[in-house]
């Protein structure tokens, strides 16, 4: 069994049975059938801000908890030295101040990340495990720092 980390926006698509949520599902089933799903506690806390803002109706949120009864989640609260490190890592190259694990720094301009997909990747990051997502926000980071494996 393999381990991925998924980004806030993959569970919005699945749960509202898009084309990107269904292209999800099957990158997902050929990546591991029976995969080990792990979020950060920050995706948790995202989908619930996002439940709340757009008014999802009871069947949405009890498809969206079906699906969160499956999920490993990493809390930061409690966070270990080596995600506190992955966080740092991946900030600091983002922000072209330090070279990722081949040596090479970031092309291009430095990318602002938003904290809470600091802590997303930095998750991804100290376990060694890809990121799924369905937005560019991990883009500078795929292949240099972690693999992003973006369903489009």
Same mark, same amino acid.
Request: charge should be negative; glycine fraction near 2%.
């Given at each position: 069994m393999k381990n991925i980390v998924i980004d806030t926006c993959v569970f919005i698509h699945i749960v509202r049975d898009t084309d990107t949520g269904r292209k999800c599902i099957e990158a997902l089933e050929k990546y591991d059938e029976a995969a080990n799903v792990i979020v950060s506690v920050?995706?948790?806390? #995202?989908?619930?801000?996002? &439940?709340?803002?757009? =008014?999802?109706?009871?069947?949405? /949120? $009890?498809?969206?908890?079906? !699906?969160? #009864?499956?999920?490993?989640? &990493?809390?930061?609260? =409690?966070?270990?030295?080596?995600? /506190? $490190?992955?966080?740092?890592? !991946?900030?600091?190259?983002?922000k072209r101040k330090i070279k990722d694990k081949s040596g090479n720094l970031l092309n291009g301009s430095a990318k602002k990340m938003g904290k809470n997909d600091l802590w997303i990747a930095a998750t991804a990051y100290s376990l060694d495990i890809p990121l799924m997502t369905t937005d560019g926000d991990f883009d500078h980071l795929n292949g240099s720092m972690m693999n992003v494996l973006k369903i489009v």
């Open positions: 920050v995706t948790k806390a #995202e989908l619930a801000s996002f &439940i709340a803002q757009n =008014n999802w109706g009871k069947s949405k /949120i $009890d498809k969206l908890n079906k !699906i969160l #009864e499956e999920i490993t989640y &990493i809390d930061i609260s =409690n966070a270990d030295q080596l995600l /506190i $490190d992955s966080y740092t890592e !991946i900030d600091a190259f983002s």
